[in-house]
């Protein structure tokens, strides 16, 4: 009596089991190779895809037009051509030769702000000299370049200042926050 029961429940179980199967297979959409990544196209042959890179900004520096700021004492984007003006070497730095405070000025460059004027280990104010750590420029300022973007950037820098939009001041909240004793 108690295997027959069993033997029933096995067999109800075993019939769900099928049409809750076959249930989700009549429901699966499928996709083809080419809707699967973000380039359409399939992702076996690479031969005909290229990376987009867009196209760099042609402005001359003085004649291009400053980006906004992507968020508060974010590193502006370079907003004009720099061909010509790499690599940086040890002996020559272009870009210096322009953004240092003195020459900025009179050639209507951002000057460079006061933080890369600091050494941040001792916090010592490096009385207008670059600190070393920043001579690099492009490891943290890039080009812009235009392009239309396979996915929608939908990011919302913010800003407490208005003035924060276009310059920086990050020398004067670094240690916002912070009580050193
Ligand atoms: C010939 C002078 C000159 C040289 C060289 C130069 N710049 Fe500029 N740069 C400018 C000027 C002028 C501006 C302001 C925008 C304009 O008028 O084109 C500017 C703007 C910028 C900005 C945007 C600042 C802001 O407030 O948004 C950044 C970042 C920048 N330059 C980085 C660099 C880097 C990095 C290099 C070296 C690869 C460099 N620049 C070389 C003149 C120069
Ligand atoms: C380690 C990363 C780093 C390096 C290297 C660096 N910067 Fe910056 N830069 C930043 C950041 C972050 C900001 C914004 C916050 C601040 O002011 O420090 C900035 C801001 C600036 C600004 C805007 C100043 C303002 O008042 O709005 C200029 C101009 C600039 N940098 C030029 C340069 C130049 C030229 C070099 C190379 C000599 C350089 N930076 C190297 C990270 C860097």
């Not at 900004?57 to 502006?76: L, M, Q, V, Y």
Request: aromatic share 6%; proline share 6%.
């Amino acid at each position: 009596m108690l295997r027959d029961r069993k033997i029933w429940i096995m067999m109800v179980l075993s019939v769900s089991m099928v049409s809750v199967l076959l249930l989700s297979c009549a429901q699966t959409k499928t996709y083809t190779e080419e809707e699967l990544g973000l380039r359409h196209e399939t992702l076996y042959d690479e031969s005909s895809s290229s990376p987009v890179h867009g196209d760099p900004i042609t402005k001359e520096a003085g004649a291009s037009t400053r980006f906004e700021r992507a968020f508060e004492n974010s590193p502006p984007l370079i907003p004009h051509d720099i061909t010509g003006m790499l690599p940086i070497a040890r002996t020559e730095n272009l870009c210096m030769g322009c953004h240092m405070p003195k020459e900025a000025v009179s050639i209507g460059a951002t000057p460079i702000p006061k933080s890369h004027l600091t050494d941040f280990v001792t916090g010592k104010d490096l009385d207008g000299e670059l600190a070393g750590i920043r001579y690099n420029c492009m490891q943290c300022h890039v080009i812009q370049t235009e392009l239309t973007p396979a996915v929608k950037n939908i990011f919302k820098g913010g800003f407490r200042d208005d003035k924060g939009h276009y310059r920086s001041n990050l020398i004067d909240n670094l240690n916002e926050g912070v009580t050193a004793e």
